[in-house]
């Protein structure tokens, strides 16, 4: 069981938003700790999405966005694609400095 | 761009030591402004971080609880790269591993190395 919680599964149809949130608590996100988020396509390693609670790396579109508040956070994606079914997981620490990961959530274009 | 290459086996016996390379290219391991990490991940535990090494006049790391008993990372600057031993391992260290780069953030991932333990 992950220590922040994220959904199994989200669906939306093409063009649609969609949101994924990542809850924690008062010893991960809730401290303070920037959350991040990554994308991992089938077969492949998790590429970086978000970093920093909200800001993109050079090259992920203006479609995905993310937001942090208390101890959760939220990945959105506007204007789905075809291309951005995948699995998405969040990231934090805890006070030890040990990094945590959400428990993923499968992406469904339908 | 950095790139990190994994190597080391695809199967590792029960009680045995699973070993594993990522060797850096377009960083260096003794960078002072990142740390490098190993990741891994399975269908029962997901992803699940656990380990780093990283430099700061000298040289530090920090492990998982999971598997704080039975993890080494080292480095060699010299060959410019880090490892993983995990000891006495059992079917449910069975997963793929990763290294990567990120002090906070992981922003280069290894293409990763499914490692299976069986007899």
């Known amino acids: 069981q992950s220590v922040l919680t994220q959904p199994p599964s989200v669906s939306g149809a093409p063009g649609q938003r969609v949101t994924i949130s990542c809850t924690g608590s008062?010893?991960?996100?809730?401290?303070?700790?920037?959350v991040h988020w990554y994308q991992q396509l089938p077969g492949t390693a998790p590429k970086l999405l978000i970093y920093?609670?909200?800001n993109r790396p050079s090259g992920v579109p203006d479609r995905f966005s993310g937001s942090k508040s208390g101890t959760s956070a939220s990945l959105a994606i506007t204007g789905l694609q075809a291309e951005d079914e995948a699995d998405y997981y969040c990231?934090?620490?805890?006070?030890?400095?040990?990094?945590?990961f959400g428990g993923g959530t499968k992406l469904t274009v339908l | 761009q950095v790139q990190l290459q994994q190597s080391g086996p695809g199967l590792v016996k029960p009680s045995q030591t699973l070993s594993l390379t990522c060797a850096i290219s377009?960083?260096?391991?003794?960078?002072?402004?990142?740390?490098w990490s190993w990741i891994r991940q399975s269908p029962s535990r997901g992803l699940e971080w656990l380990g780093r090494?990283?430099?700061?006049?000298?040289?530090?790391?920090d492990y998982a609880l999971s598997v704080k008993s039975r993890i080494t990372i080292n480095s060699d600057t010299s060959k410019n790269l880090f490892s993983l031993q995990l000891n006495s391992v059992t079917p449910e260290d069975t997963a793929v591993y990763y290294c990567?780069?990120?002090?906070?953030?992981?922003?280069?991932w290894g293409q990763g190395t499914l490692v299976t333990v069986s007899s």
């Open positions: 990567a780069r990120g002090v906070k953030e992981i922003d280069f």
């Open positions: 377009g960083d260096s391991v003794s960078s002072s402004s990142t740390a």
């Open positions: 090494t990283y430099y700061r006049s000298r040289w530090y790391n």
């Open positions: 008062s010893s991960n996100i809730g401290a303070g700790y920037d």
């Open positions: 920093t609670n909200n």
């Open positions: 990231q934090s620490y805890d006070s030890s400095l040990s990094a945590l």
